[in-house]
């Protein structure tokens, strides 16, 4: 299911969000439009640091996948320029909602926490052509 977005200037939402992770991404995308990718960057690797953190009294915090998500935004942002233009603010929300503990699925009280943080930056990476980056959760268990 594909929903508008409400902007105009936005393509609709990225394929394969369920309706609650297509309205969550959708709040990012706009809260997110006046942040800088660099920021953003910061606040991904800020909030790997305190899943490490989480990780010494919950071992349940799945950190390597955190890891691998950062990574991938750390090569997003190595090569920020050159992404499709309409993909952008949907991959800062991206990071915006990875960077926020409470999201969908709370990031450091279960082992599948991490997993509607990949789902989005798989469904954006798809919409940028990027498939080849796309992660599996279970490749970092």
């Known amino acids: 299911m594909v929903i508008v977005a409400m902007r105009t200037n936005l393509p ?3 394929d394969g969000l369920n309706k609650s992770l297509a309205a969550l991404i959708e709040t990012k995308v706009q809260q997110a ?5 660099a920021t953003l960057l910061q ?9 490490r953190q989480a ?9 390597a996948l955190a890891e691998a998500i950062e ?13 499709p233009a309409y993909v952008q603010p949907w991959l800062k929300g991206a990071m915006l909602y990875f ?3 409470d999201d969908d699925e709370p990031d450091f009280e279960s082992p599948i926490g991490f997993e509607d943080d990949v789902e ?13 980056f796309c992660l599996n959760p279970e490749d970092y268990d």
């Not at 606040?43 to 899943?51: F, I, K, L, Y």
């Open 99 to 101: 960077s926020e503990p």
């Open 120 to 132: 989005i930056l798989n469904a954006c990476l798809k919409m940028a052509k990027l498939e080849q």
């Open 33 to 37: 439009e006046k942040l800088d990718v």
């Open 43 to 51: 606040r991904v690797q800020a909030h790997v640091t305190e899943a």
């Open 12 to 14: 609709a939402n990225p």
């Open 71 to 83: 990574q991938s935004y750390i090569t997003l942002h190595s090569t920020w320029e050159s992404l």
């Open 55 to 63: 990780a010494q009294g919950n071992p349940m915090v799945h950190v």
